[in-house]
């Protein structure tokens, strides 16, 4: 017990271990703060708008020029926006379960923070792979496995409101990803099968399939499974043109509806963090990961070589956050039946004769 | 009349599977997000206002600086929703314009009230009342909404006249007196 404790609180290796999750939950959570304000520029430039341009601090505006330029972009607004979650008045509605609606936030972003370990976002200058976990050799499988539990959080939320939009919105965004998670899945299996060989370590890791392609990317290989993992991504992230479980035409707010305040907040973090952990896969299966373009991969040691890996990293993340927002803007929202016949009548189906069609090619070519 | 049965063309795969048609709605929005916003900053800009439009009621002046109510009350008759208040007065026998007899002592308008109708300005005999340019009426109290006579000739201004009623009653009348001598 004492040498459990002494490694716990004098280990060095631990602390580090501590500060660096701290550093990525961080990084998580600016980029989802920031992807909202994405969000609210990019719907107000497609509507012909200006999006917001007011927020400003005096400390910031005192800066000359880019004081004015933050203020112009909205940069400042993020955080207003995290403060106003912040000290709002949070109310308890009389009717809900109230352990369980306080418990369903936590539910719903704890799966998209545990997710993000296995996540890798560039190699250091050492050649090491900047990853909180570095030698798992699982990582998809992980990833898939924790990042579904969200549905939990929405499950337990619409329960546990106790009214009738929240629940409606709970059962269909349950239905909704146990569909569109099968054909994710298979999708992803075409991919590893042309890049893990069976006698590779760390076959089913993310870093392996990155470096499978310092060649050409993924998806001029797989333009199917990409595509149908790009539906799939935009259905379990709860995206236009899938937003099922929020709908709010039809379900005022669906699933947070009776929610407010920072509870409110954190089912928003979670969405917005599902959404930067979806990209972040597709980008690191399809899109080349911290490679520059195809057939430019991001080799070597060295200061330079980890800079511009990281750089193209989160250039094609902000690009990929980018179409998010400009596909709802585009796309209406589907009816729910018709959610259901794309993901069981026609994602799958493409999925497993896309999987059998490769089988068959790798089995042909040897 | 005949009936044209219409043959409905089946739709063709690429058409069944909607990517041509989500790709070019990202066209449309990716063209729309190009474009220059349509959006006025509003306090800073401010939106041209056309000629002819109603906003708040007011009071005017003729090009000589004469007030032109002659406090007849029309207005406050005919206001549907009884915004208007008129004191009426006496002008002073020193005055230039004795003749004109009456001109209203108070005049309210209780923008709380007032619904744009615009039926105080097409009552009016004088033409003294007319709905202007002036389109956002804000207070901090619901005395500050109430416009007195002050500030509705502050509001209104002078604006051109095309009959000058009550200078030619003068000639009119003057004439006349000079006929008898």
Known sequence: ?366 | MAIKVLERRPLSFLEKTYIPQIIAGLQVTWQNLVRPPVTLQYPEQRPTIPAGYRGVPTLVYDPNGREKCVSCQLCEFVCPPKAIRITPGEILETADNTHVEKAPKEFEINMLRCIYCGLCQEVCPEEAIWLQGQYSMTGTSRESMVNDKKRLYELGGTLPDSHYKWDKKKAEAEKQEGGHH
């Open chain 1, 1 to 366: 017990m004492e040498q459990i404790l002494n490694d716990l609180v004098l280990s060095t290796a631990w602390y580090f271990a501590m500060a660096r999750g701290l550093l990525v939950i961080i990084i998580l959570m600016s980029i989802a703060a920031y992807s909202v304000l994405l969000e609210r520029k990019a719907s107000a430039w497609i509507q012909g708008r200006v999006g917001p341009n007011r927020t400003s601090h005096p400390v910031v505006a005192w800066i000359p020029f880019v004081g004015n330029f933050l203020m112009k972009g909205g940069f400042i607004q993020p955080a207003a926006d995290g403060l106003k979650f912040l000290f709002k008045e949070e109310p308890m509605p009389g009717h809900v379960r109230k352990f369980f609606y306080v418990l369903a936030p936590c539910i719903a972003i704890a799966p998209a923070l545990i997710s993000l370990v296995m996540l890798p976002f560039g190699q250091l200058p050492s050649g090491q792979i900047i990853t909180l976990c570095p030698g798992a050799d699982v990582g998809v499988l992980f990833m898939f496995a924790i990042s579904s539990l969200g549905v939990y959080g929405i499950a337990l939320a619409g329960w546990s409101a106790n009214s009738k939009y929240p629940f409606l919105g709970a059962v269909r965004g349950s239905a909704q990803l146990i569909s569109y998670e099968l054909a994710l899945g298979v999708s992803v299996l075409t991919v590893f099968l042309a890049t893990a060989s069976p006698d590779q370590d760390n076959a089913l890791s993310l870093v392996s399939m990155v470096n499978a392609q310092t060649g050409a990317w993924n998806i001029l290989y797989h333009p199917v499974a990409a595509l149908i993992f790009l539906i799939c991504v935009f259905a379990e992230a709860n995206r236009h043109p899938f937003d099922m479980p929020e709908s709010e035409t039809d379900l005022v707010g669906g699933f947070h509806t009776e929610y407010g305040a920072f509870k409110f907040g954190l089912f928003f973090v979670a969405e917005y963090s599902h959404m930067v952990i979806g990209s972040s896969l597709f980008i690191l299966m399809f899109l080349g990961g911290w490679h520059i373009l195809p057939w430019i991969p991001t080799v070597g040691t060295g200061i330079i070589a980890t800079l511009l890996g990281l750089g193209s990293f989160f250039f094609k993340l902000f690009l990929f956050l980018f179409f998010f927002v400009w596909v709802r803007w585009t796309v209406p929202r589907f009816r729910y039946d018709q959610v259901m016949r794309i993901g069981w009548r026609v994602l799958l189906p493409i999925a497993v004769a896309n999987l059998i069609a490769y089988f068959i090619f790798y089995a042909i070519k040897g």
